[in-house]
């Protein structure tokens, strides 16, 4: 048996196209409008008599006033059009709710006699209303009977497949410095080798490593299985991503020997011409039809644009939303590639810095396999003249031609000032306590129950901070730009460099413990943290944090958007005997014209 529901939104939405055309086509001076329906065969034959009869009249133009004054009656939506219930209709009980779809063919035949309007405003004030029912969504508001009593409506179902946003093209960049940042790293060589090595057991080597990784850690047995299938996804996820990352490379650079061999064929016929018997050749190749060979084609002509623009590094490491960003292209403006060119250089740098295997994959397509970038990324300062890097020294050698910089994970002693001891310790034997959460802390993952500054520690679960450091265009010399955003609270890094003691006239970060005060000096090594300027309206600052028994300063974020300069605030400490001014550019600065301050007081 089949629900009428949507036999009556049919007739609905006809009566509806009936009454309004009857409203604009007759004279104002006819006030009733009579509406007969009737259900019978489609054949024609007098003698079979209609199924169900029946008639109703009512006047048009008191129905119209009536809706001004209140909401519509209890009724049946047909369609955006309302009928009477069936518990006031004179058709109640001629038609069952459902009937036999396949007995035979029935026809419903809605016919307007005698209509009238009461002027021409009204079937405007009509198509109005309805206008404004069909954007509704899955929200019904409760009507009311004619005794004025809610009647409850039952909500409108969402469709299965809601219409998705398409995504942005901050959306997109994130999701390449989220690739490109991530703990999964792009490595075809390692993926080949891991698949193609077959061990003396049988298995691929991708396997039996997977269990040696787990017996080196010394993993319980029971254990030990969950972990060796913890290691073997992270290693197929790996080999998806990079077989994912293959096909667009590959479908890219179809699509740019399809625009090239349309010119080849032009110069002998018309573009039109060219381009048709390009894509005939291609349909038979692929065996596909026309049809499903430009749907594909029109996602493949998006990779194209992207690696024209932002590079392959850009299309290689987009996220998971490359396929619907290239597919609704709605963020495709020469605007969008404007930003995608400046950042070429960008995405370049960090792929050959922590992907350092990443170009192999553009072997299959000839392209170019040799790393650009070989040093440590922060030794490229990015954003240079014509959107290119900057090799780090040269960036100092104004002030010192022979400066070099060591990069840095963790901090070091300086023997000369403190021997072997380290005056950050302030607890020398374990278990340790987080002072913030009073958690146990270890280095030991699987041991360590702190998450304070989780991007950090365990060492061993930490990555690579999403930063970059780059050229200020304000006269700043380098700065620290975050690629992705830092939600409040989060660390950016650790204040890492050497720790020393008596340094005097060079810029140096002070700490004290119980036992000692010290100094950290980043001015010949030390990590990323070195970089980042003073603001008088700062959005990271500096903390004191215990790990392990050992005293650390990070710097917290205090919330940093996505291509967002990091700044602290250096103090009155910093600022108090410095004859230079502030370069910050914020409204409440407190330290800007400070040369001529300085001249003041001294005359």
């Not at 910089?405 to 403190?418: G, M, R, V």
């Amino acid at each position: 048996m089949a629900d009428i529901g949507y036999v009556a939104k049919r007739v609905g939405r006809e009566v509806e196209r009936l009454l309004l055309q009857a409203l604009e086509q007759t004279p104002t001076n006819v006030g009733a409008l009579q509406l007969r329906c009737s259900v019978g065969p489609v054949d024609n034959n007098a003698n079979l008599e209609s199924l169900a009869r029946g008639e109703v009249t009512f006047d048009v133009g008191e129905l119209l006033a009536a809706t001004d004054r209140r909401t519509p009656p209890s009724s049946r939506l047909l369609g955006d059009f309302a009928l009477p219930t069936p518990a006031d209709s004179p058709f109640e009980g001629a038609l069952p709710r459902s009937y036999p779809s396949a007995t035979f063919d029935r026809a419903l035949t809605v016919s307007a006699a005698s209509p009238g309007r009461k002027r021409k405003a009204a079937s405007s004030r009509l198509q109005q209303s309805t206008s404004v029912r069909r954007k509704t969504g899955s929200y019904t508001p409760d009507l009311q009977d004619d005794d004025g009593q809610i009647v409850q409506q039952r909500p409108r179902a969402l469709p299965d497949n809601p219409i998705l946003q398409p995504p942005s093209l901050s959306k997109f960049i994130n999701g390449v410095w989220e690739s490109l940042f991530s703990g999964t790293k792009l490595d075809p060589v390692e993926v080949i080798e891991q698949w193609q090595a077959i061990e003396s057991s049988g298995q691929p080597k991708l396997i039996v490593d997977s269990h040696d990784q787990i017996i080196s850690r010394g993993t319980s047995i029971a254990d030990g299985d969950f972990s060796k299938m913890s290691v073997l996804a992270r290693k197929i996820s790996q080999t998806s991503r990079t077989c994912r990352s293959l096909e667009v490379v590959v479908q890219c650079r179809w699509m740019q020997l399809f625009d090239e061999q349309v010119v080849t064929l032009a110069a002998t016929t018309t573009k039109e011409k060219a381009k048709k018997a390009t894509i005939a050749a291609a349909c038979l190749d692929f065996k596909w039809s026309e049809k499903e060979l430009r749907n594909k084609t029109a996602i493949w002509r998006g990779y194209a644009d992207i690696q024209k623009a932002g590079g392959w590094a850009a299309l290689v490491f987009a996220g998971m939303g490359l396929y619907r960003f290239c597919k609704y292209r709605v963020a495709f403006t020469e605007e969008t590639f404007d930003v995608l060119r400046s950042l070429r250089h960008r995405f370049e740098v960090a792929a050959d810095t922590m992907h350092t295997n990443w170009r192999q994959l553009l072997a299959i397509v000839n392209g170019p396999t040799a790393r650009r970038y070989t040093s440590h990324m922060h030794s490229h300062v990015v954003c240079g003249p014509h959107d290119e890097t900057i090799d780090l020294p040269i960036t100092y050698h104004q002030w010192d031609k022979d400066f070099s910089y060591q990069h840095l994970d963790e901090s070091c002693i300086d023997e000369e000032a403190w021997g072997n001891y380290d005056p950050r310790v302030v607890q020398l034997e374990g278990p340790y306590t987080c002072e913030a959460c009073k958690e146990v802390q270890s280095d030991d993952p699987t041991a360590n129950s702190c998450s304070c500054f989780s991007a950090l520690y365990p060492p061993v679960l930490a990555g690579p901070s999403p930063v970059q450091v780059y050229r200020t265009p304000n006269g700043r010399n380098n700065g620290l730009l975050a690629c992705l955003p830092f939600e409040e609270g989060a660390a950016i890094g650790e204040f890492v460099g050497l720790i020393t003691a008596g340094v005097s006239g060079k810029d140096v970060m002070w700490g004290e413990t119980a036992r000692a005060s010290y100094q950290i000096w980043q001015g010949r090594q030390g990590n990323h943290t070195r970089f980042v300027n003073h603001s008088c309206e700062p959005n990271s600052q500096f903390e004191r944090f215990v790990w392990m028994g050992t005293q650390r300063i990070i710097l917290v974020s205090k919330g940093v958007d996505a291509g967002e300069e990091v700044t602290v605030d250096y103090t009155d400490t910093y600022w108090r005997n410095l004859d230079k001014e502030c370069l910050c550019g914020q409204p409440t600065c407190r330290y800007k014209d400070r040369s001529r301050i300085t001249a003041t007081a001294q005359g």
